[in-house]
């Protein structure tokens, strides 16, 4: 079974720009986590999405956004890059319908995210 | 004060060693508990998965769970070099808030041979 995808790998955008990032989460997965990764503050949680609804969000500002489509896929997009957004963006999928591994999260390689 | 708390290290050990890797909590609603692996420039890769307290094993690998104690370990036992890599405990609570991890900062490893 493929792994959870994501697109692009390495972007390189300037600041006030806006970027959008691309994941496919594990076939049969229908919850898809975003979070957000830096040297300084560590993994942080993003939102979650399952049915096409964002389920929980965490504790970023509004030009972070996320959608899910009836396919699983999810997209987020940061909007006014600021130099602070330079990050390695993750995403996770699971499947919170199967009791013996509800919260079995698994992670994409990523997209690494430069603002200049 | 940090939700979950990891010593950052940086741990270096020789070859063969046990490692012993902790997490502590301050949210008593957390109630699974992860470690995972983290290669330079790789997502982390999930490593054990535990519900609630307990131990659990697999391969090299032990977790344990108190939460009592609001505190989590990982054992790897006859440690190898391509065990080197960053190690990241998350926790998360029950339903809607089952997606959402909360990660310690996470505890760099060096395996020397």
């Known amino acids: 079974k493929a792994g959870v995808t994501q697109t692009p790998r390495y972007l390189i955008k300037t600041r006030g720009q806006q970027v959008t990032l691309s994941c496919s989460p594990i076939s049969g997965h229908r919850s898809v986590s975003w979070y957000q990764q830096t040297p300084g503050q560590g993994l942080q949680f993003l939102f979650e999405?399952?049915?096409?609804?964002?389920?929980n969000k965490g504790n970023f500002p509004g030009r972070f956004s996320g959608r899910q489509f009836s396919n699983s896929r999810s997209e987020m997009n940061v909007s006014t890059l600021e130099l602070g957004d330079s990050a390695l963006y993750l995403c996770a999928s699971r499947n919170n319908l199967a009791p013996s591994s509800y919260n079995e999260q698994f992670f994409g390689p990523g997209t690494r995210l430069t603002v200049l | 004060q940090k939700e979950v708390e990891q010593d950052p290290g940086p741990l270096s050990v020789p070859e063969g060693a046990i490692v012993s890797l902790n997490c502590t909590y301050s949210?008593?609603?957390?109630?699974?508990f992860m470690w995972y692996r983290q290669y330079s420039r790789k997502g982390p890769e999930l490593l054990m998965y535990t519900y609630s307290s307990g131990n659990k094993e697999d391969g090299r690998f032990t977790a344990q769970v108190d939460k009592s104690s609001k505190y989590i370990s990982l054992f790897i036992r006859d440690s190898q070099p391509s065990d080197s890599a960053t190690y990241l405990c998350?926790?998360?609570?029950?339903?809607?808030?089952?997606?959402?991890?909360?990660f310690g900062q996470g505890t760099e490893l060096s395996v020397k041979p």
């Open positions: 949210n008593s609603a957390f109630q699974y």
């Open positions: 998350a926790m998360s609570g029950e339903g809607n808030q089952g997606g959402k991890l909360i």
């Open positions: 999405y399952f049915s096409e609804t964002q389920r």
